[in-house]
């Protein structure tokens, strides 16, 4: 199986002098219920320490924050008062501490008839799960969506235990692609990432440092910063997914590297070197194929 080795197409995301933050993709997170609420501001402070040119989170919670000090960057929304239209983002990403309430439900099944790439995680996957009409409006849609179910995810997804999925990772993605036919991250030791076209890569990078609350999160929010950035800088979906694994695996073995961790490393702490990851990367994509080699070569 090959491992993901896309570091060079980072290039394309080098800032241009006379761009916008439209240029550079609107990220719309929706989720964060009552008891959750950090779990998408995990994933909108991902995206914005990614690239995103600009981030909205909708909550279902009625007492989420209206604004958060830390990153006042971010808008923050009630899901109710939120024309999606009127956002018209270049990429939506649900589920981090969504629940699984009839409002949520109803909310997948609006966002799966948009013509928009999503990134479905956490609780849409759990939706998803226990929905098979939800798999049939996932599998008609023609704009591209991204899974991340982790090996508890894909085990609903799959009726099987996480036992089972993680007896044969490789069996159990390529079933994640044929049920969802969309991208599937299968996350984990050593992810593994395919779609309907491409057979399944995985992830060198990576440790057990990772294996911490809103670590998920924090991915989710990379791949929808890169999915966003991708729409006018000619990365399609499926590099931005498989770069965006790899780019937070490499940042949590970066910091491990450093003595940050992997006992105490946060999830917020991988989005921060994400940035230093994304920005070297850009910069010097002509280097970057063989660094990028190396470094795969090293890893375990
Ligand atoms: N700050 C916040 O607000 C945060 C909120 N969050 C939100 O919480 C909600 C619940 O999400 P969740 O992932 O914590 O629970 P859930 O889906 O029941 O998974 C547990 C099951 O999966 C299994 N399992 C997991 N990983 C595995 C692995 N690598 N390898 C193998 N097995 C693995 C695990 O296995 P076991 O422990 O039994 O061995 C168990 O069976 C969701 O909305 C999320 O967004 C979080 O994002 C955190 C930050
Ligand atoms: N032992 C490990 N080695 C490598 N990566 C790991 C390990 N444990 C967790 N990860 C990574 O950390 C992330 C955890 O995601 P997830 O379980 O969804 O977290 P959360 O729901 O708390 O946000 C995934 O990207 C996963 O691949």
Not at 35 to 63: D, K, Y
């Amino acid at each position: 199986m090959n491992a993901i080795n896309a570091l060079p197409l980072l290039g394309r995301l080098k800032r241009k002098p006379d761009s916008h933050k439209g240029d550079y993709g609107k990220v719309l997170i929706i989720g964060g219920a009552a008891g959750m609420v950090g779990a998408p501001l995990l994933s909108g402070q991902a995206a914005l320490h990614s690239g995103a040119g600009w981030v909205v989170i909708a909550f279902l919670s009625t007492n989420a924050p209206a604004v958060m000090q830390a990153q006042p960057e971010m808008m923050l929304r009630h899901v109710e008062t939120i024309d999606f239209g009127d956002i018209n983002p270049d990429v939506i990403a649900i589920g981090p501490g969504m629940g699984t309430s009839e409002q949520a439900k109803a909310l997948l099944a609006q966002v799966f008839l948009m013509d928009v790439p999503l990134v479905i995680d956490a609780d849409a996957l759990n939706l998803l799960a226990a929905d098979y009409a939800l798999i049939g409006l996932l599998q008609k849609r023609k704009a591209p969506s991204v899974l991340t179910p982790h090996p508890g995810e894909a085990g609903r997804l799959l009726q099987l235990s996480n036992q089972a999925i993680q007896a044969d990772r490789i069996a159990s993605i390529n079933a994640l692609v044929k049920m969802t036919k969309a991208i599937c991250v299968l996350k984990g030791s050593g992810s593994l990432v395919a779609s309907p076209e491409h057979a399944p890569e995985i992830c060198s990078a990576g440790n057990p440092g990772m294996a911490t609350a809103g670590m998920g999160d924090v991915l989710t929010g990379v791949i929808a910063a890169l999915i966003g950035q991708g729409v006018r800088n000619s990365l399609n979906v499926w590099d931005a997914t498989r770069l965006a694994v790899l780019l937070h695996a490499m940042a949590a073995d970066s910091l491990v590297n450093k003595g940050i961790g992997p006992i105490g490393l946060t999830a917020l702490e991988v989005a921060y070197e994400v940035r230093q990851l994304v920005n070297h990367y850009a910069e010097n994509a002509s280097s970057t194929d063989t660094d990028g080699l190396a470094f795969l070569l090293d890893s375990p």
